[in-house]
């Protein structure tokens, strides 16, 4: 079974500053993917960064890049110069082996002016 | 290009009734997901089209759950006999790209679904 852990409830960070959100996974797929998608209140889902796993090399989406360290199955977020607009739900999820998407519980991150 | 779209976006049901969601998904995608999400939990998937054929269930869509994509186009979910524990987001998705590959997987609003 796949499974992905985000072991921070809620985050917080101050306008311009720079947060890491963290995410945890499990797979015995050797190609899988892996992403990060922003839920902003009462609005839609979209994705935010993502990484595939036989690339070494960390994903970078302008203010937004990876942490990708494979061999400790482990996948950060790091946003950089927050801005109020950031403030959502962060969900981490895992593609692999099959079509679906298996997510986390999420990351509350507040940005505060 | 409009968007994922899902209709209705609310629905308040009595346990027991039937209930009936549509997703139109962006105009050439070929793959379709519908995922459920409960407070405080990130979405949880529960099956997958590739054009009309579903290719994926999770034991999450019980019988009492029924999903169709009839002519490749928009899908609708049905679940019959509501329960209380069926409350839940209902998310659709929607992608392009052929078998094996991975493409962005594009949300639609939701439909918020209450059952009292």
């Known amino acids: 079974a796949q499974t992905v852990t985000q072991s921070q409830p809620e985050m917080s960070v101050q306008e311009a500053e720079t947060v890491t959100l963290s995410c945890t996974y499990d797979?015995?797929?050797?190609?899988?993917?892996l992403f990060w998608y922003k839920q902003p209140p009462s609005r839609q889902m979209i994705l935010v960064i993502r990484?595939?796993?036989?690339?070494?090399q960390n994903a970078t989406e302008n203010r937004f890049s990876v942490n990708f360290q494979k061999a400790a199955k482990s996948f950060s977020l790091k946003i950089s110069d927050s801005q109020l607009g950031d403030a959502a739900m962060y969900f981490c999820?895992?593609?692999?082996?099959?079509?679906?998407?298996?997510f986390g519980k999420g990351t509350k991150l507040t940005v505060n002016p | 290009d409009t968007g994922v779209s899902q209709d209705p976006r609310h629905k308040i049901t009595k346990r027991g009734q039937n209930v009936t969601f549509r997703c139109d998904p962006i105009?050439?995608?070929?793959?379709l997901y519908w995922y459920r999400q409960t407070l405080g939990q990130g979405p949880e998937f529960l099956t997958y089209?590739?054009?009309?054929?579903?290719?994926?269930k999770s034991r999450l869509l019980s019988d009492r759950f029924s999903a169709e994509r009839p002519k490749g186009s928009f899908s609708t979910l049905e679940i019959q006999r509501t329960e209380q524990g069926d409350s839940a987001m209902y998310l659709c998705?929607?992608?392009?790209?052929?078998?094996?590959?991975?493409?962005?997987?594009?949300f639609g609003p939701g439909t918020r679904l209450t059952v009292t």
């Open positions: 998705a929607s992608s392009s790209g052929s078998s094996g590959s991975t493409y962005e997987q594009y």
């Open positions: 797979t015995s797929e050797s190609d899988y993917y």
């Open positions: 990484q595939e796993a036989y690339k070494q």
């Open positions: 999820a895992l593609q692999g082996g099959s079509e679906k998407l298996v």
């Open positions: 105009s050439e995608h070929n793959r």
């Open positions: 089209f590739q054009n009309e054929a579903q290719l994926e």
